[in-house]
Every structure is written in structure tokens, then in C-alpha cells.
């Protein structure tokens, strides 16, 4: 986990086949500094090395300059190279557009059987913690559209029927952090209120009736629009929850 400065090697078995893997640092176009030109030091000695290179790129922010860079330097290098995108997090896209998925669907079984109010994943990074809960989230939510598609071929689907009778029943709150991570704490507080208000915005058809109190739905309405004051947003994933138990009469699941 963290940053990959040096070329880290691994002996692999993959279908019977042995290899060594070896994973190294990203490039970047920054040759003034000290650690990025030994990161790229180190990758050009792995693409020499190499007999196949996987490149990796964020699907997210499209082709930068570094991988055109990079790109240029192996097609030079004259190697078999296989283009992989990362960071796909939306289950939903993954599955709609064929990306390749490593099948984690019956951490849903796991999750039924432990009947736990709060699981914790204690997961190194890149393990996939983002796209797991877009695809808790595609499994339990009562979206208007029927998901169950997306779970056809993977292998939650061959279970009890016990856990399917559990596909899209529930209404479900997510929030990532990922856009908190700011360089002071002004800007991660207006990140967190923004997640929070978004969240709170899927969920503004408990405004109407009177399913809520006055007063919720003053707070309901602050927090939507980020008006709300800090004290509020500190119980505000708990406030939305019984909000919405109290209107859909059902359990909330809290991603």
C-alpha cells in the first residue's frame, strides 16, 4: 500500500503459469524532482526487463500528458503491452460496459449471515473498499429500475434465495470521503457538507407529507441546501436515517 517508489518484484502462479510480476512507480512529468525521476528511473529498468507490460491508467481523469509520455516511451521500447484502466467505482458502469471484475459479490452472503448492525473493513488500500460498496449499494437499494441484471453472472446469484430475497429492499445511504481529502480543514468541511447534501437531495421526497416534524424538516432542508451549522451535520447521517426508517418503514442501510 502507499506510493511505489522502487520496483517491487513477486513471484506469481497464474492457470498453472509461473512469472514474475513486477510493479513499479507511476511517471510523472516532473523531471526537477528528486523521487519522481527515480520513480521514472526505476520503470524505464522494468520495461527493459519485461517480456509483457500492463499499463495502467485512471480511467477517471482520461489521457494526460503523463500517459502520452509513457505510451511514446513504450512503443519505443517495442514490448507487448496490454492497456489496463483502474478506478472504475461505480458498480453499475463496471458491469454495463464489460469491464474485467474481480468477483467479490458474496462478501453480500457474508454480510447477511454475520447479522451484524456494524461491520468494519479493515482492508489495505486498492483492495476495492469503493467499488464494493457501489455494489453493496446496486445489491440492497430499492432503485426504480430493476438491477438484479447486473448480479446475473456472478456468484451471489447462485445462492439461497434467502440472501436474493434481500436484493433492492432497502433504502441505502452512502457517503465516500474520498473528496475530503483536502490541503486545509475549510475546504474538507465544504467537501463532507457537499457528500452529505447530495445524499440528502436522493432522498427529498420525505419532505412531502407529514411523515416529518416542522422542525426536521427545517434540518432536512439546511442540510440539503448547506446552510446547516456544524453542530447539525455531526448527527446528520443519523438524523437521515430515521428519517427515512420512519418513511419507508424499513431498516437503512449506512455504506
Not at 101 to 113: P, Q, S
Request: glycine share 4%; with cysteine.
Amino acid at each position: 500500500p502507499g506510493v511505489t517508489r522502487d520496483r517491487i518484484y513477486g513471484e506469481v502462479e497464474w492457470l498453472t503459469q509461473k512469472f514474475r510480476l513486477i510493479d513499479t512507480g507511476g511517471i510523472e512529468n516532473d523531471n526537477h524532482d528528486i523521487i519522481h525521476s527515480q520513480m521514472k528511473l526505476q520503470a524505464e529498468i522494468a520495461v527493459d526487463l519485461a517480456d509483457l507490460i500492463l499499463f495502467v491508467t485512471d480511467v477517471r481523469e482520461g489521457v494526460t500528458s503523463s500517459d502520452q509520455e509513457i505510451s511514446q516511451m513504450l512503443r519505443m521500447s517495442k514490448k507487448k503491452v496490454i492497456l489496463v484502466c483502474n478506478k472504475v467505482d461505480d458498480f453499475k458502469k463496471l458491469i454495463d460496459e464489460n469491464y474485467y471484475y474481480v468477483d467479490k459479490t458474496l462478501l453480500i452472503k457474508e454480510l447477511l449471515d454475520n447479522k451484524g448492525e456494524v461491520n468494519l473493513f479493515t482492508r489495505p488500500r486498492r483492495f476495492g473498499k469503493t467499488l464494493n460498496m457501489s455494489m453493496l449499494q446496486y445489491f440492497f437499494f430499492f432503485f426504480l429500475e430493476d438491477n438484479s441484471y447486473l448480479f446475473k453472472e456472478l456468484k451471489i446469484i447462485n445462492e439461497s434465495k434467502k440472501y436474493l430475497e434481500h436484493m433492492g429492499k432497502y433504502p441505502v445511504i452512502n457517503l465516500s470521503l474520498k473528496s475530503a481529502k483536502q490541503p486545509t480543514f475549510e475546504m474538507s468541511y465544504k467537501k463532507i457538507k457537499e457528500a452529505i447534501a447530495d445524499e440528502f437531495k436522493r432522498y427529498s421526497e420525505v419532505l412531502n407529507g407529514n411523515i416529518l416534524f416542522e422542525d426536521e424538516k427545517e434540518d432536512f432542508t439546511n442540510i440539503m441546501l448547506k446552510k446547516a451549522d456544524i453542530s447539525t451535520y455531526n448527527t446528520s447521517l443519523k438524523f437521515l436515517s430515521k428519517c427515512l426508517k420512519r418513511y419507508y418503514k424499513k431498516d437503512v442501510i449506512i455504506l
